[in-house]
């Protein structure tokens, strides 16, 4: 534990820019895609998180995993997702209770159709902005800090009851 438990000031100022702008940015692209697709984000995640699956299927505990979604959520999200027959759900082979979820023709023509318009939501609102130098940077920042979690993950899973 640190001698001081406060952010600092610059820290609280970034830590707070950084809740401002990734609240904003789902906002936006939350809204994007429901004006120009009629779809939420998190649907639309899940038509990409398959469509780039080997054999456009996932299961579907490992689908939640790739969203990062509870399962409960992404079973909801994906019965909405076959009743527009984008998505299909099928038997996990050699396990009753495990299903895979497989992305349709219909389901990729769908995807095709939609991720410009995403792309162009996600460039305009945070990579042009930024200069090449600046984009660089701040994806060698985001690696690290991902890195970061996944040591903690890792150190949380190992030692459980420490």
């Not at 609280?12 to 009629?38: K, M, T, Y």
């Not at 398959?50 to 054999?55: R, V």
């Not at 200069?131 to 940077?137: A, K």
């Not at 060698?140 to 420490?162: H, N, V, W, Y």
Request: with cysteine; aromatic share 6%; proline share 6%.
């Amino acid at each position: 534990m640190r001698e001081d438990p406060w952010l600092s000031d610059e820290q609280q100022s970034v830590w707070r820019a950084f809740l401002r702008v990734s609240g904003q940015l789902n906002e936006c692209i939350e809204r994007d895609l429901q004006h120009g697709a009629g779809m939420p984000h998190a649907y639309y995640l899940i038509l990409a998180m398959l469509s780039e699956a080997p054999k456009r299927s996932l299961r579907m505990n490992q689908l939640a995993d790739v969203v990062r979604a509870s399962q409960s959520r992404v079973s909801h999200a994906v019965a909405r997702l076959e009743e527009a027959g984008w998505v299909r759900r099928v038997p996990a082979p050699g396990d009753r209770r495990g299903q895979i979820a497989i992305l349709t023709d219909a389901g990729f023509e769908r995807l095709v159709e939609v991720a410009p318009g995403h792309a162009d939501t996600v460039r305009s609102i945070m990579f042009d902005p930024l200069s090449p130098e600046q984009l660089v940077q701040f994806g060698e920042i985001c690696q690290t800090i991902l890195a970061s979690m996944e040591s903690r993950a890792k150190k949380a899973f190992d030692s459980p009851g420490d």
